[in-house]
Every structure is written in C-alpha cells, then in structure tokens.
C-alpha cells in the first residue's frame, strides 16, 4: 500500500539544527497547509517532544486539531486577517492569536471582542513589500489610530513577511529597515508593540541578525529549501511493484507513446502517479523576464542533459521511462533484479502528495 513517509529522525535532526542556529530565539513553528502534508497534529506533537511549543496556523481546523489534543495553553497564532464574524467567534472560544492587517478586520475583532466583555490579543501586521496583509509603513497614523480607539485588542506582537528573502538580499534588507521603522515609531509614541518578528526560514537560514524576538519556520523543518543547507528532506514516497512484464523491442508504454523500448525491456509498473503528487514541481516563479529566460535555459539544460527521473527499486535506483500518469509510473527494471511487492522510494514533495497515508517512522 502507498504510504508517504516521514522520518522522526530527521525531522529530529532539523529541529535540533534549527534549535542550535536560533540561539534561544523562540521557535514557531507554521503547521498551515495540513503541516505541509505531514499532518497538523503528528507535526505538531513531535515539534512538541522537541520543545517547540508555539504554532502558527492559517485554518481553523488546525487550531481545533491542536486545542483538542492535548495543546490546551500552547501559543497558536492565525497567520491571516480574519473578519468574517462566525470564524472570529470560533477563533476566540479556541483562544488563537489574531493577525490584524487592516482598519477593517481591527474594527470587526474589536467590536466581537466587546460584545463578548473579552480583550482579543491580536499581532499586527505590516506589509513591507509582499502586497497581501498589513498595513503599509504610510499608514503608521492608522496603527497608532487603533491602540486609541479599539479598547478591546491587547497587540501581543507585530510582524511582517518578507517576499524575497529566498533570492533577494537587498530587497530584504530594505524591507527590514521598513519594518524596523515602524516599530521604532510606535515605541516612540509610548505603544507596546510586544514581541517582533519577520523571518521565515529563508530569512532565518540567511539572517541571523533579523531574527529578533521570534522566527516562523515552515519549510526548514521540514528540510525543503530552494538553496544548500544542514537540514535534511524529511519523507518519501513508499510503493510497491505492481505487475512485472517485459515487453519487446518497439513496445511503447504510457499515454503519448513518448518511450518505446530500444531493447527488450522488464518494466516495473508502481501504482503511484501525478495524482499522489509524484513528478509534479512547484511553478517556478516566472514574473519577470529574467525569470522567464532562467526558467528557459534550465528547461533547455535538462533537454540538454536528458534529465531522467528516477526511483529506488528494492534499494537500487531505477530509471522512469514514459509519461508518468495519474495513477501509475513504469520502471525500467532490466538490470534490476526484483518481483513484485517490492518496496519503491519516490520523491514526492509533501506539499502535493495526497490520497495516501502519511506515516511515521523511526
Ligand atoms: C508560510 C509562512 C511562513 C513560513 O514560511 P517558510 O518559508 O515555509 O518557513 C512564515 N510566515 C508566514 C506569514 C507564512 O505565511
């Protein structure tokens, strides 16, 4: 059976990594996203064997999975601005932080939080460059406005997120300033901004200096970063060969018949295909042309150098030949000794991987 999966030990191995190169910073650790596909709460209980106990979440249902397993006093925050009243009102009982982005969602959780005679704590949000929450450095007035006028929010910390800290260091460095800026001016008016915090873990991994009172690490603990690090990819796909069948010289397989055999060839057949996430990549981000053109010439490279995809049969590696499909890849496994129910690895990123079970193992 089809099986993604993750590895308490290098999960391990990250979040002590991570541990060490915070310093004492303290730790969120996102879990939107079901956990990146780990599962919200198996994430969230082994953050929390290691220490971590602080959570940011984007749904409601990952706070719920949280507060009822056991994570009664555990810090969890909502990464985006709510203002729909019914979500609120659950958000509250669930006692989640609150991000605040905007004049309209600060009036709609103030105005909640009196009609309840409850004081929402709430972190706000300053937008520096990503352009989706938060209120812009301009608008400075706007937040000051609202620790006046809105008696029913108690801000417990200010943040922000940055949109290039994977590439871009000036930009970063930049939007840094203007978020530091804005804190500084609100101290300057007399305002507790409580704790502050920016980086994502691009921005942790590059930036030791930015990490200030806390940092929001997703992607590193699950040892997935668009650039070298210590961290180490967490899980697999685990399959088993299907059918075995050799088919001869000429013989095709897959839609598109974009392969056929140059040799009499053992293909494995593996029931795990796009569906599940296997063989589909994130969009590179092509926005601007020199984007466009790397994205271009990397395409041309992997014509170039034929990239192949590969899996592990029975421990040793194995090429895919033809379309991978919705539910199922061929192996070519002529050279491979192997029979059927033999294990398969694939590289799966979690983010995608669906309809299989995630599982964790030592
Ligand atoms: C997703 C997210 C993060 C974590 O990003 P990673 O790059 O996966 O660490 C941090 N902050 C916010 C606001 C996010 O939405």
Redesign the pocket.
Known sequence: MNAYVVSRELLEHNIAQLKKQAKGVPIWA?I?GDG?GLGALPLAELLAENGIDRF?V?EVREAEVLRENGFRDADILM?RSVSDRETLNRLLDLDVILTVGSWETALAVDTLAKERADIAAVHLKIDTGMGRYGFRPEEIERVIALYREMKHLAVSGI?T?FNCAFGDEKLTRQEFAAFQGVVAQLRAAGLETGIVHCC???AFLKYPEMHCDGV?????ILGRMPFRTKLRPVGYMESAVEELHVVPKGHSTGYGAIWTARRETRLAIVPVGWYHGFHVGCQPYMTRTIDCLRAAFSALKGIVRKQQTYVEVGGKRCRVVGVVGMLHCAVDVTDVPCSVGDRVILQVNPLHQKGVQVVYRK
């Not at 929001?216 to 590193?220: D, I, P, T």
Request: proline share 0%.
């Open positions: 996102v939107k990146y940011c984007t990464l943040y997120h994502n873990s691009s929001r690490l997703g992607s590193a």
